[in-house]
């Protein structure tokens, strides 16, 4: 009995050293047979190469920290912060002949002292100034009146002593409010746009049309509020007046001293005349008043093209789609 037990302690050990050399040979058979792989280059590679922006990428504008600033080169330039001018220069200029030039005011103001000129000043084509305030200059918040093609958006011009944007001719202004200003709120040559601005308490006009000669006065004036200046918007020839607010103006809500223009869709209430078009021809239509002390339309003249004036009681049976409406 304890024979047999021996006997298969010893079968049992035996299995166990041959499954171990199994294991073994085999192990060595595998690496035996264990592919070669080639092996890289051991030259380096060349010198690293940069992986972030520079600064021109970054910001591919040139910053104005000090006035008074001469921009002498087209590009982008932007306000760093609000700058006070100096006086008897402007605060930023455009050299002779510098054309295609972006000013970001950046939310900040450019702000004139006594004697000062004005905020602003270039005579070049396609300048966009916008983004910011234009406060107590001597001149013009801004003076773009040798220009043209120029466009100014976002902007407030306040307290300059002459106008608050002469934008010159061909010009779009824009989302603007011209406050307080000695003569004109904002005032554009022929071919120009004026849309969605406010020109209040100017000690003249609120929105001045003027004419450039060799340019005709074309204006188009759309969208805006005119209150407590002199005049709310005055034009000459070919423009177009539409949509408008004009309240409060001492003299006339809108003044006309030429023929050719078409006044249609505003409201002008307790100005001193609504419109003011001195025997001139121009169509006037589909407008309403209330509250101009000395008339709705002054200096109308037979033959001239201008909707009926339809009070409260009659609105309701008038038939005549170019009628304006008092009430």
């Known amino acids: 009995m304890q024979k047999n037990r021996t006997n298969n302690s010893n079968r049992s050990f035996s299995k166990s050293k041959a499954a171990l050399l199994m294991a073994a040979l085999t192990g060595i058979s595998m690496l035996a047979v264990q592919p070669a792989f080639a092996q890289g280059s051991l030259t380096p590679p060349g010198a690293p190469t940069p992986t972030m922006k520079s600064l021109d990428q970054i910001e591919a504008r040139t910053p104005i920290s000090s006035l008074p600033f001469t921009i002498s080169n087209s590009g982008s330039y932007y306000l ?96 603007c409010e011209a406050e307080t200003n000695g003569t004109h709120g904002i005032a554009v040559g022929g071919g120009s746009i004026v849309r969605n601005c406010l020109a209040n308490r100017n000690a003249n006009t609120g929105i001045n049309c003027y ?57 002008l209430d307790f100005n001193y005349n609504g419109v003011n078009t ?7 239509i589909r407008n309403t008043f209330t509250g101009n002390t000395n008339a709705a339309v002054l200096g109308i003249t037979a033959g001239m093209p201008v909707g009926p004036l339809i009070n409260a009681a009659a609105m309701g049976t008038n038939s005549n789609p170019a009628a304006n409406y008092t009430y």
């Not at 006594?114 to 918040?141: C, D």
């Not at 100014?152 to 306040?158: E, M, P, Q, S």
């Not at 409060?248 to 003044?255: E, L, P, Q, R, T």
């Open 278 to 284: 001195p025997g001139a021809t121009n169509v006037i």
């Open 80 to 175: 760093t912060a609000s700058l006070t001018g100096t006086a008897g220069n402007s605060g930023i200029t455009t050299a002779s002949g510098v054309n295609d030039v972006t000013v970001d005011l950046n939310g900040f103001s450019l702000i004139g002292v006594a004697t000062s000129v004005s905020g602003f000043n270039t005579q070049g084509s396609r300048i966009m100034v916008k983004n910011g305030i234009l406060r107590n200059w001597g001149a013009n918040g801004i003076n773009a009146a040798a220009g043209q093609n120029n466009e100014f958006k976002n902007l407030i011009a306040a307290n300059n002593g002459v106008t608050g944007i002469d934008a010159g001719s061909r010009s779009l202004v824009e989302s």
């Open 211 to 267: 004419n450039t000669g060799s340019i005709p006065n074309s204006a188009v004036v759309t969208g805006c509020s005119a209150a407590q200046n002199s005049i709310g918007i005055s034009i000459s020839l070919n423009s177009f007046i539409s949509e408008n607010n004009l309240l409060n103006n001492s003299f006339a809500g809108v003044s006309i001293t030429g023929n050719g223009s078409r006044v249609e869709n505003n409201n």
